[in-house]
T-cell receptor, first 114, second 120 residues
Framework: AQSVAQPEDQVNVAEGNPLTVKCTYS??????LFWYVQYPNRGLQFLLK??????LVKGSYGFEAEFNKSQTSFHLKKPSALVSDSALYFC????????????FGAGTTVTVRA | NAGVTQTPKFRILKIGQSMTLQCTQD?????MYWYRQDPGMGLKLIYY???????DKGEVPNGYNVSRSTTEDFPLRLELAAPSQTSVYFC???????????????????FGPGTRLTVT
């Protein structure tokens, strides 16, 4: 079985400050991990993914994520947040050989104040 | 490419009515998925398809049906609408390598803009 937990419903930061959105996962084998972002009344947009290799993954819009196998975490980070980063963020995981089915976390609402 | 398109964008149904949510992709993706999104619950998989003529249940299939007669289209049918089906529905697709490949690569899913359905 595979599952994802996003422990924070909401994250509030000031513009220019670092942004971190937390995610922990559970899979039976090696994980494929993803971050998606959803702006109001829009579909989900892919941000970045971890397959294997470097633990620090760089993605779109200046976002990056750090994979930590021992802590089973895949936290999303941005060094300097923008007001336009305000959105709903989803972490997702999938195991290998399961028809590419993703399990999503409940989502974290990020609000960046000017 | 238009990507993944969904119609309608909004719909209000009365209890017991039926409707079909349309999903079309023009990327020649073989895998397609239907999710529902409820506040604070993330996305839950309803049904998915690995190719034309093949469909499988996801986590929450009750009350829904699907078909996949072509690669491009993957409609979702609600036969007897219930208030519990009030949700936002997303369709997604991916170019997978097929079940015999052993799982394939970490391709990301492409999502449609969603259909907001209210059942009253």
């Amino acid at each position: 079985a595979q599952s994802v937990a996003q422990p924070e419903d909401q994250v509030n930061v000031a513009e220019g400050n670092p942004l971190t959105v937390k995610c922990t996962y559970s899979v039976s084998g090696n994980p494929y991990l993803f971050w998606y972002v959803q702006y109001p009344n829009r579909g989900l947009q892919f941000l970045l993914k971890y397959i294997t290799g470097d633990n620090l993954v760089k993605g779109s819009y200046g976002f990056e994520a750090e994979f930590n196998k021992s802590q089973t975490s895949f936290h999303l980070k941005k060094p300097s947040a923008l007001v336009s980063d305000s959105a709903l963020y989803f972490c997702a995981v999938r195991d290998i050989a399961n028809d590419y089915k993703l399990s999503f976390g409940a989502g974290t609402t990020v609000t960046v104040r000017a | 490419n238009a990507g993944v398109t969904q119609t309608p964008k909004f719909r209000i149904l009365k209890i017991g009515q039926s409707m079909t949510l349309q999903c079309t992709q023009d990327m020649n993706h073989n895998y397609m998925y239907w999710y529902r999104q409820d506040p604070g619950m993330g996305l839950k998989l309803i049904y998915y398809s690995v190719g034309a003529g093949i469909t499988d249940k996801g986590e929450v299939p009750n009350g829904y049906n699907v078909s996949r007669s072509t690669t491009e289209d993957f409609p979702l049918r609600l036969e007897l609408a219930a208030p519990s089906q009030t949700s936002v529905y997303f369709c997604a697709s991916i170019k997978g390598q097929g079940r015999t490949s052993g799982g394939g690569k970490a391709y990301e899913q492409y999502f449609g803009p969603g259909t907001r359905l209210t059942v009253t």
